[in-house]
């Protein structure tokens, strides 16, 4: 039943029993995530996230069922979401394997900028940890962002009730965080918008953040894509192969280019997430049709 494992320990998929006498697994499905005991930084997160899931409610964050503290037992319980991660979907392979088309791949950009819009504007958060692998999705595809245990709070919510954007551990994920963060410890919300532009060209190109299989060069996607998103022709040769072709070109390109102010060394220079998410929407609304694919077009590059 392990859905997931991480540095906080395992994720399981479970049930609610509708009916606790009978022996057989039924009921609300949900997921629940068990913390190590023994780690001091993994039970502040574990009280973070109580304490932030808690009091929030959106449809693009995930629902917080429960918790429990009991003994060495130190427990979160959530819906469960049947499409996992979209890092899951995004980079797994294999024969039988479909790839997300462009219209899904989408959909999930704007759900979770969604998401990160709200924790932005009413809840005066900054997320810090945002990543393809801390976006779950439902069924239907329809994202939801999940792990709040790195939360930095600038008013009412977080672990940290200061306001200061100076913090003393620099925290998140190598191949997502801002290099300005990375190198002076000084946190700003357009942290979180470097972080979603990331995931922007994870989705354009299908691969990840950070990749020590690729060459050296390679290792980190944003310094090696960069210079390819300007350009319309670059962008189709590095492109995700496994779309096709079936893309609609003009707004690959211009994700593309959002995806690039996302990347803006310097924060004031990035867009909010709510002009993130407006630039989507309006993407979403032209409801131009991915193209099809042109008869023997090579889309190779480095994996």
């Excluded at 993994?42 to 917080?64: D, M, Y």
């Excluded at 469960?80 to 980079?91: D, I, P, V």
């Excluded at 319309?232 to 390109?253: C, Q, T, V």
């Amino acid at each position: 039943m392990v859905l997931g494992e991480g540095g906080f320990g395992n994720v399981y998929k479970g049930w609610l029993e509708d009916n606790p006498s009978s022996n057989n697994a039924s009921g609300t499905v949900i997921a629940v995530k068990r913390l190590n005991s023994e780690s001091l930084q993994e039970f502040a997160e574990w009280q973070a996230e109580v304490s932030i899931l808690g009091c929030l409610s959106h449809p693009n964050l995930v629902k917080l069922l429960g918790y429990c503290r009991k003994e060495a037992e130190i427990l979160l319980v959530y819906e469960f979401m049947q499409k996992g991660s979209l890092e899951h979907q995004l980079f797994r392979r294999g024969f039988a394997v479909q790839p997300l088309p462009w219209d899904v791949r989408l959909k999930i950009a704007i759900g979770a900028a969604r998401g990160l819009a709200f924790l932005h504007t009413s809840e005066k958060v900054i997320y810090r940890d945002f990543k393809a692998s801390n976006i779950l999705l439902d069924g239907a595809y329809n994202a939801k962002i999940s792990d709040f245990g790195l939360v930095f709070g600038l008013g009412k919510l977080g672990p940290s009730p200061s306001r200061s954007h100076v913090t003393t551990m620099v925290m998140g994920t190598y191949g997502y965080a801002d290099p300005e963060y990375v190198a002076t410890g000084h946190l700003y919300v357009k942290s979180d918008v470097y972080a979603f532009g990331v995931v922007l060209v994870e989705m354009l190109t299908g691969l990840r953040a950070f990749d020590r299989r690729r060459s050296i060069e390679q290792h980190n996607l944003t310094d090696w894509i960069k210079p390819y998103l300007h350009d319309r022709r670059k962008l189709k040769s590095i492109m995700d192969s496994r779309l096709e072709g079936k893309y609609p070109s003009k707004a690959a390109f211009r994700i593309a280019q959002l995806s690039l102010r996302c990347l803006e060394t310097k924060p004031k220079q990035r867009p909010s997430m709510k002009e993130v998410l407006e630039s989507l929407e309006r993407l979403h609304a032209a409801n131009e049709k991915p193209m099809e694919p042109i008869f023997g077009s090579n889309h190779n590059h480095t994996r």
